[in-house]
């Protein structure tokens, strides 16, 4: 790693940057964005939600919102933090004192989602231990918190196949082996056919009328979060195993970026590639498991008059926002450490694209697993299907203890939801880190205690949700945080862009960043960062709030109080935009000015005399007489 020899020390505004340390290798740049963007949301949250919205016509929309927000915002991201090679509060102060609290609200979203996000990585984490240890108890019915409605694959198998080694219509209900027919009596039918009930006008699926709740389940809440009988209103006591996973993981992410990109830029070379090897492992076994082509047909099979449901779109762009991570200011702060002349158009397309193929990639590993479990238990596709952490914490656990070496496929799949986990945090943490040391540059020589003070308050803000009740606390924040808020925020910064500062000059700048691009792919950029982006982000906000439901986790309703607290934190993340315009006011800036770069916008390097740089003394008049304008 060296220093950006580009960088130059030219203002007052901008002497800091001479001292910014760069990324290696640009191909550090891509591998940090990529374990960026691909995380979680990947493996849980897609899948799902393609199954859920029509299969393989799902993914037309996904593409479309791809092409026409996530990547828009993305690349305009990556070309601001470039340009000045600074983090996101001092350049959207820069480009227009209007957005001076833009980048505090970037600042806010990214530092609740670091908070709670490395919770669901220390989970993980547990689970890796416990798989590592052999005690892979989420497959048992005989803990002490086990109701009696608990039940698991491998009972269900131990019933249906008796000594003979013949399939009986047998399974496990009640915590002992029961026939299917009694089982309808039972619930007030009467048996049909050894495997549905008769309600005297129809047939349904024996098991869509009992109660049974998955070992693994009751593992999750009770052994991993000790819910226990907790409430919003009784938070219950301290879970001490999951204090200890997450002090565990912070320390790591600590020591993984203790000198921001100069560590973080080789960390990254496993955090960001490791994953598709334990994807592709998962994949391989899967689909040579019983039941795996029905579960991959389930997955993708496309239902297209689903395309004209608004719900479809909806979950479509919302999944771009969520699985992208755009408008927390990380991908500014990671841009902002890349050599000026990088190319970061190629960039933002290889990345963006490549997080497409892996949420398809990643549905077929996850839906041949499964289509497996259903064909074991006998039920359907749609009866183990999930999302969040329900599919990772639950359904695939569950599916991973009948296959066979489950505790090898254990350690695999959880290491590798922890080094997905893991390395999304980096840019969190370096986007936190970048705010402190830009705002107080003398610490950028101690870069490693203000990483230090950044993991430790994040740890301490943590603890609450390793309280029995803490998972409450945890949907709250995921509700609020990255969901309505940041679409405002990635449509202020394409309007900072575009409308304030001047789409032909975002063009001139990136023309000065050598990324010479045709007519065609200007239009393109000009039709999104103007148009696409603004009006697809109204519209879904839109969606939202006419979709709106409050939060809830597994039927327990948050009271009212608690709804508006997490109202509150997503208008937290908000406030300082208004805040920002209130100071910028306060400091003198009136009309044209409010709305004009200041002398700190500029190029990170100093720019040939042949192309003089109109950035350093921002007057209308010189931005007109070079055609600037729109």
Known sequence: MQENGNAVASGDDNTETAQRASWGRPLEFILACLGYAVGLGNVWRFPYLCYRNGGGAFLIPFFLMLILVGLPIFYLELYIGQFTALGPLKAFNAISPFFTGLGYCTLMVISMISIYYMIIVAWTIFYTFMSIGGDLGWGSCENDYNSLYCYSGAYDSECRVNNTGNYTDLTYYLQKCISIGEICQLTGFEPYDGSSCWTGNETIPWYRNVNRTLASEEYYNERVL????????????IQWHLVGCLFFCWVVAFLCVIKGVQSAGKVVYFTALFPYVMLTALLIRGVTLDGAGE?????????????????????????????????????????????????????????????????????????????????????????????????????????????????????LFFFMMFILGLGSQFAGIEAINTAIVDRWPQFRNRYWMVTAFTCFTCFILG?????????????????????????????????????????????????????????????????????????????????????????????????????????????????????????????????????????????AVKLSDQSPDPRRNPRPSEYDNLGYMM
């Open 226 to 237: 000790g819910r226990g009988d907790s409430t919003w209103e009784n938070w219950g006591s």
């Open 295 to 411: 579960g991959i047909l389930f997955y993708l099979t496309p239902k297209w008059e689903t395309l004209l449901e608004a719900r479809v779109w909806g979950d479509a762009a919302s999944q771009i926002f969520y699985s992208f991570g755009v408008a927390c200011g990380s991908l500014v702060t990671l841009a902002s450490y890349n050599n000026f002349h990088n190319n970061c158009h190629f960039d933002a397309v290889f990345v963006s694209l490549t997080n497409f193929m892996t949420s398809i990639y990643a549905g077929f590993a996850i839906f041949s697993v499964l289509g497996f479990q259903a064909e074991l238990m006998g039920v359907g596709v749609d009866d183990v299907a999930e999302q969040g952490p329900g599919l990772a914490f639950v359904v695939y656990p569950e599916a991973l203890l009948q296959m066979p070496i489950p505790r090898l496929w254990c350690i």
């Open 463 to 603: 603890l609450p949700m390793c309280f029995s009740g803490g998972v409450y606390l945890f949907t709250l924040l995921d509700w609020n945080t990255a969901s309505w808020a940041i679409l405002l925020i990635g449509l202020a910064e394409c309007t900072a862009v575009s409308w304030c500062y001047g789409i032909n000059r975002a063009m001139r700048d990136l023309a000065s960043m050598d990324m010479k691009l045709n007519v065609v792919i200007q239009f393109y950029w000009k039709f999104v960062w103007m148009i696409s982006v603004p009006v697809v982000s109204l519209g879904i906000l839109i969606f939202l709030f006419i979709e709106w439901q409050p939060p809830s986790y597994e039927g327990y309703e948050f009271p009212l109080y608690a709804d508006l607290l997490g109202w509150g934190i997503g208008l937290s993340t908000l406030m300082f935009f208004p805040v920002g315009v209130c100071w910028a006011l306060y400091k003198g800036y009136r009309g044209k000015e409010l709305f004009q770069p200041t002398e700190v916008w500029k190029p």
